[in-house]
């Protein structure tokens, strides 16, 4: 391992307690692939999977491992009319596992989410019966405080640039607290607690994955 890698493994076995005193689990891993290894091992083949939109995954290899594992899945990019993707996220909610990143995590284990429409952080506090994580060491922040920063600041420009939404955050790299049409940062949501214990499941990767 590179010093940057070692300090990260020995942040995250402290994570990790500090996840489980607030309900949630957390899993380590040296890379992606270990990760995507991992859960091709682990998820039934008889699982029904869905997902919010995340970079993570998609770096990760995640969304090709679920692509291509035979899994039962929920693409509401199928959707072709307002109706099937109301449809679609009806059936979201009674998946058995919801895969996302977090925009941001605490050393004290808190997940910080900002999000345009909702659904990935509705899917995130109820819905599905697990709902797993990708989490690169790029997400963590020292505070809260932080976290909404970083949000803010890093994660939210970035999207943008990638979403082409017209907003300010596009234009100068940095948050105008805006309320532009194409504004992605409509709720803000800080997971301190989970209230099914185990059912967040937290895959700290140690990598830069995502936004």
């Not at 996220?89 to 998946?95: D, E, G, N, Q």
């Not at 941001?104 to 999000?115: K, Q, Y």
């Not at 809260?144 to 999207?159: F, H, K, S, W």
């Amino acid at each position: 391992m590179t010093p940057k890698e070692e300090a990260f493994y020995a942040l995250a076995k402290g994570l990790i307690k500090h996840l489980e005193t607030r309900g949630m689990e957390g899993h380590y891993f040296d890379t992606s692939e270990a990760l995507c290894t991992w859960l091709k091992e682990t998820l039934p083949k008889t699982a029904v999977i869905s997902w919010g939109g995340s970079m993570s995954l998609e770096e990760s290899g995640v969304m090709e491992l679920l692509r291509s594992g035979g899994y039962t899945l929920i693409d509401r990019a199928e959707a072709k009319t307002p109706e099937q993707a109301r449809e679609l996220y009806s059936r979201t909610v009674l998946a058995d596992y919801y895969f996302m990143s977090t925009n941001a995590i605490t050393l004290d284990g808190e997940l910080v989410n900002i999000d345009g429409n909702g659904n990935r952080l509705a899917c995130l506090m109820q819905g599905p019966s697990h709902v797993c994580l990708v989490v690169g060491r790029n997400k963590i922040s020292t505070t809260l405080e932080d976290a909404i920063g970083r949000v803010r600041n890093i994660a939210a420009p970035a999207n943008v640039k990638r979403l082409h939404r017209q907003t300010p955050c596009e234009a100068n790299g940095r948050c105008g607290d805006c309320f532009a049409p194409g504004c992605i940062c409509s709720h803000t949501v800080i997971t301190r607690r989970s209230g099914h214990p185990g059912r967040i499941q937290i895959f700290l990767v140690n990598e830069d994955l995502g936004y």
